[in-house]
């Protein structure tokens, strides 16, 4: 158990929706990263926030945002959702802000799958 | 051309052999990092390393950035070790590999 926390498991919608996918960081953790993984991509990092503020943007589609609130704990929003948003995200966090040096404790994953 | 490669894609072993996976890339890094996805999808950091050799427990990883190959060596391998290995580089950003899936039976 990394102690990173994600909810929910598994998440089934429609086309055209929206979802939210939450993450809880270790305790002490400041950074939070949000990870997609889908079949024909592979591994994708979407986005960094450190302390409540964005520190590094990746391949993140503008259908997506995410925010980290003032307990750290984190959101990624996904809306208008399409068929090839179903995919596995993961949330990992790290003590410091120092992307992407530092080593990352993953969170089990929500598992999207969009019908 | 993708920036980075790894082989072989698929692996399967016997309990007890010796195991390398590589990884191959074509851009200036800083470091790489090897990371393990066990069956139920959870993922480990394993090493991040910008030169020579680290090792922790059976695991080893090298890195020769001169020549822009990571290798990954797990030594008297178990079936606990069945995983994808995935290395990411790290240049500014993180690219990730495709993985590679290994199986070890007993």
């Known amino acids: 158990d990394s102690g990173v926390t994600q909810t929910p498991k598994h998440l089934i919608t429609a086309t055209g929706q929206r979802v939210t996918l939450r993450c809880s960081p270790r305790s002490g953790d400041l950074s939070v990263y949000w990870y997609q993984q889908s079949l024909d991509q592979g591994l994708q990092f979407l986005i960094q926030y450190y302390n409540g503020e964005e520190r590094a943007k990746g391949n993140i589609l503008e259908r997506f945002s995410a925010q980290q609130f003032p307990d750290l704990h984190s959101e990624l929003n996904l809306s208008s959702l399409e068929l090839g948003d179903s995919a596995l995200y993961f949330c990992a966090s790290s003590p410091s802000g120092r992307f992407p040096f530092n080593e990352q404790f993953f969170g089990p994953g929500t598992r999207l799958t969009v019908l | 051309k993708n920036e980075v490669e790894q082989s072989p894609q698929n692996l399967t072993a016997q309990e007890g052999e010796f195991i390398t996976i590589n990884c191959s890339y074509s851009?200036?890094?800083?470091?790489l990092h090897w990371l393990q996805q066990h069956p139920g999808g959870g993922i480990v950091s394993l090493f991040m390393?910008?030169?020579g050799k680290k090792k922790h427990g059976r695991l080893i990883a090298t890195i020769n950035i001169q020549e822009k190959h990571s290798s990954l060596h797990i030594t008297a391998s178990h079936p606990r070790d069945s995983a994808v290995y995935i290395c990411?580089?790290?240049?500014?950003?993180?690219?990730f590999g495709q993985g590679t899936i290994l199986t070890v039976h007993p």
């Open positions: 990411a580089l790290i240049y500014g950003k993180l690219t």
């Open positions: 390393l910008s030169s």
């Open positions: 851009v200036g890094i800083s470091a």
